[in-house]
């Protein structure tokens, strides 16, 4: 993602980036326009176009704010535990869920090519925690780059594919569909708390001396 533009002759960033993301909730971003953020942000087409010459470049920039604000409510917690609460912050987040249903593809360039500013933001948050940890004892030793990169590529794992290792919502599903062993013991479906269970579990093993 692009970095935020802070611009000296711009003040409203946050102005436009709240009308974006007023807009993008509303209708999704490809139908959001530069004119209906203008609008919405009650400035002129022309002061957005000066700065974002087209809506995903504005988008890119309205997710960068999102994703960091989320990630610095945990910034300073222990890495295991803030890195779940980020997943569970970014799951519920009316944006995150917005683009996933409406628009993924949007997130694709970020997933297959490219580390975009709120990845390199985020992994500034997660280096400094793993130092912090080091610095404590709570962390083993190791390279706080590497080990933050393959936080952070586990955390989005878990984050975007969670969904699809879920059970489905209803009657327990059998312990044994196949019949090997006893079809009729049940067991709990799995579900969004059992998979951050599951992520602190393997965070703990993977960063603890």
Do not use: C
């Amino acid at each position: 993602m692009t970095s935020i533009r802070h611009n000296a002759d711009m003040e409203n960033t946050d102005r436009v980036l709240d009308a974006a993301r007023a807009a993008v909730l509303a209708v999704g971003v490809r139908r959001t326009t530069l004119t209906d953020v203008a609008r919405r942000a009650g400035l002129s087409r022309m002061t957005i176009y000066r700065h974002w010459p087209d809506v995903r470049t504005l988008v890119a920039d309205l997710m960068t704010r999102e994703w960091v604000r989320v990630a610095d409510r945990f910034a300073t917690g222990d890495p295991v535990t803030s890195a779940v609460a980020v997943v569970g912050a970014l799951r519920g987040h009316p944006l995150w869920r917005k683009i996933v249903e409406v628009d993924p593809e949007l997130l694709l360039p970020y997933l297959l090519d490219r580390r975009g500013a709120s990845h390199e933001a985020m992994l500034a948050l997660v280096e400094a925690a793993i130092v912090r940890g080091q610095e404590e004892g709570t962390v083993r030793p190791g390279d706080p780059a590497r080990l933050s990169r393959a936080v952070l590529l586990t955390a989005q794992s878990f984050l975007l594919s969670g969904p699809t290792m879920l059970d489905p919502a209803g009657p327990e599903t059998p312990a044994d569909p196949a019949g090997l062993d006893d079809p009729a013991s049940p067991v709990p479906p799995v579900g969004l708390d059992d998979l951050d269970a599951e992520l602190a579990t393997l965070l703990e093993r993977y960063l603890r001396p």
